[in-house]
């Protein structure tokens, strides 16, 4: 079956510890993005890339890298500068730039 | 940036009911999309929308994109319907969201 695959479920940080989120899609599309989701809020464009080997800041960048090495893979790492990283986590893609968006399951991030 | 607001931020319906979820944004944006949020957090698209009107079951959607806003339409509702909805505005290669609608199903 075609589609996203964001793992692990649920991922604990401790105090300092840059921690990796996998994105995995087999859709064939060129644009990936990673939001973030805070409890009642709607969701927050951290980075975006719409094509392999690039990658833009999106509004709440800070504390996160991402790289996109591969069409398929667009993994996002929660660094130690990120102090309130608790939250939903929400890979997406699409065919192209504003195209129709496919969400992955999410994955949830929690401080130990 | 766009800003996205989205209305009413609650709503709690008897099934069978009929109901109106509105998104207004603050510039000319190149599409709009409509998403339902499951309890378990799960995104799912209902409507690709930039202008014009679709419908899929009981779910319809219009966009009037000259007058910056766009409608979501439930008839019928399920307790299935339960959940968040958002719309989410594209411009500058990138979606922006509202805060959602959430959507409470009683039977």
């Known amino acids: 079956d075609g589609g996203i695959t964001q793992s692990p479920k649920y991922l604990f940080r401790k105090e300092g510890q840059n921690v990796t989120l996998s994105c995995e899609q087999n859709l064939n599309h060129d644009a990936m993005y990673w939001y973030r989701q805070d409890p009642g809020q709607g969701l927050r464009l951290i980075y975006y890339s719409q094509i392999v080997n690039d990658f833009q800041k999106g509004d709440i960048a800070e504390g996160y890298s991402v790289s996109r090495e591969k069409k398929e893979s667009f993994p996002l790492t929660v660094t130690s500068a990120q102090k309130n990283p608790t939250a939903f986590y929400l890979c997406a893609s699409s065919i192209g730039g504003e195209e129709k968006l496919f969400f992955g399951s999410g994955t949830q991030l929690s401080v130990l | 940036g766009i800003q996205v607001e989205q209305s009413p931020p609650d709503l709690i319906l008897q099934e069978g009911a009929n109901s109106t979820l509105r998104c207004n944004f603050s510039?000319?944006?190149?599409?709009l999309q409509w998403f339902h949020q499951n309890p378990w957090g799960q995104l799912i698209n209902l409507f690709y929308i930039p202008s014009g009107t679709k419908q899929n079951g009981r779910l319809s959607a219009t966009t009037v994109a000259t007058e910056r806003y766009s409608l979501l339409y439930i008839s019928s509702s399920q307790t299935t319907d339960s959940g968040v909805y958002f719309c989410a505005v594209g411009n500058a290669g990138k979606s922006t969201f509202g805060d959602g609608t959430t959507l409470t199903v009683k039977p």
């Open positions: 510039d000319s944006v190149n599409n």
